[in-house]
Nanobody, 115 residues
């Protein structure tokens, strides 16, 4: 079992910045693919950023050059640094860890971008 706890969400004005954190605990995380998803009201959950093979990072096209995923292995924590936020970035953001056949989700953290 892997437990994921997100933090860092909140209300921010357009053009602002936020950094989300996800602390992972439980089983050894070796081999797990870690990433961030989001779900806006009435929309499907979508992948925002993810660590891919060999250290590469994968991003949703609409957040490239604005969001950065990073990790601190010593703290079992991944981050999502978000800048130049737009109203359309408003969503619940979820941390995800998967290693077939297992997949785990955090409880989500709300990000609201509004004047």
């Amino acid at each position: 079992q892997v437990q994921l706890v997100e933090s860092g969400g909140g209300l921010v004005q357009p053009g602002g910045s936020l950094t989300l954190s996800c602390v992972a605990s439980g089983s050894n995380l070796y081999g797990y693919v870690m990433g961030w998803y989001r779900q806006a009201p009435g929309q499907q959950r979508e992948l925002v950023a993810q660590f891919a093979d060999r250290g590469a990072r994968k991003y949703l096209n609409s957040v490239k050059d604005r969001f950065t995923i990073s990790r601190d292995n010593a703290k079992n924590t991944i981050y999502l640094e978000m800048s130049s936020l737009k109203v359309e970035d408003t969503a619940v953001y979820y941390c995800n860890a998967k290693r077939a056949p297992d997949e785990y989700w955090g409880q989500g953290t709300q990000v609201t971008v509004s004047l």
